[in-house]
């Protein structure tokens, strides 16, 4: 199996969204009717998941965490990340997804590459947007860490696969 190039369109689904804002941290929950995550449905259920997030007062950096449960338990995930915003139109993040979902005693902080033990992967994101009054946004990611691997054939060991998103995208 080689690495995944994965094109995507996204539409909307259903959700329902409450947030709570200060001056520096956003607090939100959403209840899903299922999820969708560059493109592949993580959980085809119902859902609920929560962030927060902290901005600088410039808002260029933004730290965050992110969790989310299927009503029925089969998923579950815990997320954390930070972003740095160069411009209005152009930024950069670092993103752990942590799909814990099959795993009994979870470590978040566990790297390998070994799925019994952890649903770690890092992702590498670059975001950019052009102005005007259809702006184009290019997103691209790799991910660089964790269980994302693939067998190889010639020596028989895993390997990190460095999988890649890319997302075109524009507001209707």
């Known amino acids: 199996m080689k690495a995944k190039h994965v094109l995507t369109l996204t539409a909307a689904i259903a959700t329902y969204s409450s947030q709570v804002h ?9 209840f899903k ?6 493109g592949s449905i993580v959980t085809p259920g119902p859902m609920v998941a929560g962030e927060l997030t902290y901005k600088t007062a410039d808002n260029k950096i933004t730290l965050g965490l992110w969790g989310g449960t299927s009503f029925d338990g089969e998923y579950q995930e815990f997320t954390y990340f930070a972003s740095y915003k160069f411009s209005k139109q152009l930024f950069i ?3 752990n997804h942590g799909n814990h979902s099959s795993i009994n005693n979870v470590d978040i902080f566990d790297y390998s590459s070994d799925p019994d033990k952890t649903g770690n992967f890092i992702d590498v ?13 290019l997103y691209y990611s790799v991910i660089v860490q964790g269980i994302d691997t693939y067998l190889d054939e010639s020596s028989g060991k895993n390997k990190q696969a460095y999988t890649n998103y890319l997302e075109a995208s524009m507001p209707v």
């Open 22 to 30: 200060s001056n520096d941290f956003n607090l939100g929950l959403e």
């Open 33 to 38: 009717t299922n999820h969708l995550w560059h």
């Open 93 to 95: 993040e670092i993103v």
């Open 125 to 137: 994101g670059l975001g950019y947007t052009f102005a005007g009054e259809m702006p184009l946004s």
